[in-house]
């Protein structure tokens, strides 16, 4: 049985480009979240996505967008890239959104590392 | 704001020793606190959790401690092996319809050594 699928799982971009990135959710699974992790820190979370609609967005700039298919994939798109995006990009999924606070478990694929240059 | 304080950040532990990660968070609308585990190049799995009306939980080598007076919570991993060495986050959640997201903290690199 699949995993969280990324794609791609590693990306060079320069300043000012835009970039796309592709995941893939556990068959089943409904809820997806995007996170970015900087080296040697912990991941912070960017979006949720629950049934194609937002549940939660983190402290993160308009350039930063998402979306979640009928599928249950998503993408996550950021504009005008700057150095400091450069980062571990992960995606998780889950059976639900945590809205019912049920013991539920994320589940992380590996990421796409975007270089920024 | 860094809502979740994680300490230490790197540790090196002997082979069967214990290893202990210690966390401690802010908001008190935090309900669900999981302990995720992370080798290079891949994403981090969920290891254990627990919810704040419990003060301990065990599965395996691993076990949680919540005090949730003292807003802290730790990881012990009983019997270390090599395998274990990796990097460890903890993390807390909060659960409300329109703001749904886990806090992770900083991080801490073990090292278990022969």
């Known amino acids: 049985d699949a995993g969280v699928t990324q794609s791609p799982t590693h990306l060079i971009k320069t300043r000012g480009q835009h970039v796309t990135l592709r995941c893939s959710p556990i068959s089943g699974h409904k809820s997806v979240s995007w996170y970015q992790q900087v080296l040697g820190q912990g991941p912070q979370f960017i979006f949720q996505?629950?049934?194609?609609?937002?549940?939660g967005r983190g402290n993160f700039p308009d350039r930063f967008s998402a979306r979640q298919f009928p599928n249950y994939s998503s993408e996550l798109n950021v504009n005008a890239l700057l150095l400091g995006d450069s980062a571990l990009y992960l995606c998780?999924?889950?059976?639900?959104?945590?809205?019912?606070?049920?013991?539920?478990?994320?589940?992380f694929g590996s990421g796409t590392q975007l270089s920024v240059l | 704001q860094q809502q979740v304080k994680q300490s230490p950040q790197s540790l090196i532990v002997q082979k069967g020793g214990i290893s202990i990660i210690n966390c401690a968070y802010e908001n008190t609308a935090f309900d669900y606190f999981p302990w995720y585990q992370q080798f290079p190049g891949k994403g981090p799995a969920l290891l254990i959790a627990?919810?704040?009306?419990?003060s301990e939980k065990k599965e395996g080598r691993f076990t949680i401690s919540f005090n949730k007076s003292a807003k802290q919570f730790s990881l012990h991993i009983m019997d270390s092996q090599p395998g274990d060495s990796a990097t460890y986050f903890c993390?807390?959640?909060?659960?409300?319809?329109?703001?749904?997201?886990?806090?992770f903290g900083t991080g801490t690199r073990l090292t278990i050594i022969p």
């Open positions: 998780a999924s889950s059976l639900e959104g945590f809205r019912r606070a049920t013991n539920e478990k994320l589940f």
């Open positions: 993390a807390a959640f909060r659960a409300f319809f329109g703001n749904e997201k886990l806090t």
């Open positions: 627990i919810r704040p009306d419990v």
């Open positions: 996505y629950y049934e194609k609609e937002e549940r």
